[in-house]
């Protein structure tokens, strides 16, 4: 079974800082994919970012990116520039490839100080 | 529509009542998908409908749950007996097609469902 594991259950950055969001995952998979979602309170989750597992370069999106370590199955996020509207909580989340169910972390609720 | 939309936003009900849980997905999108997150929690996978059929139930928690979806697009969730323990957010998403990760799923803003 997949376990996706998310140790920073609370993080605050001052705004336009860099803050990195841990995500570590467990799985005997070799194809494979990574996500980040954003949930604000609205409570829309958001898609933030994708990684698939079989490329090695790693996956940006603006001032989204990761660090993905394929080998010591970490997956984290990289927030340049904060914005307080990136103030929300987010989810680090897997998915075999071939199917559509995502197993999610448990969250890192992020706050963007002015 | 412009996005997932479901209703109500909230529900308060008592042990014990049946409630329903509506979810109307983006025109077009054939997959539609049932989250259930509990408090502190990441959403963990209920029900994938593929048109009008579950394609897969796995992660209904037991017979008190149901969903369906009649003619392929509105989809409603509906719970018997309703517990304490089903206190959560319910998240409905959709998708353009069959799954997969390449099939980006859309959430909606759930209904927070409070039993008392």
């Known amino acids: 079974a997949q376990t996706v594991t998310q140790s920073q259950p609370e993080m605050s950055v001052q705004e336009a800082e860099t803050v990195t969001l841990s995500c570590t995952y467990d799985t005997s998979e070799s194809n494979y994919y990574l996500f980040w979602y954003k949930q604000p309170p609205s409570r829309q989750m958001i898609l933030v970012i994708r990684?698939?597992?079989?490329?090695?370069q790693n996956a940006t999106e603006n001032r989204f990116s990761v660090n993905f370590q394929k080998a010591a199955k970490s997956f984290s996020l990289k927030i340049s520039d904060s914005q307080l509207g990136d103030t929300a909580m987010y989810f680090c989340a897997f998915m075999t490839t071939g199917t559509y169910k995502y197993i999610f972390g448990t969250g890192t609720r992020l706050k963007v100080l002015a | 529509g412009a996005g997932v939309s479901q209703t109500p936003s909230n529900k308060v009900t008592e042990k014990g009542k049946y409630v329903e849980l509506r979810c109307d997905p983006i025109?077009?999108?054939?997959?539609l998908y049932w989250y259930r997150q509990s408090l502190g929690q990441g959403p963990e996978f209920l029900i994938y409908f593929q048109g009008t059929g579950a394609a897969d139930d796995s992660g209904l928690p037991n017979d008190r749950f149901f969903a369906v979806r009649p003619e392929g697009s509105v989809s409603t969730l509906k719970i018997q007996r309703t517990e304490r323990g089903d206190s959560a957010v319910y998240l409905c998403a959709s998708s353009l097609g069959g799954g997969g990760p390449y099939n980006e799923q859309f959430f909606g803003p759930g209904t927070r469902l409070t039993v008392l």
């Open positions: 025109s077009g999108h054939t997959a």
């Open positions: 990684q698939e597992a079989y490329k090695q």
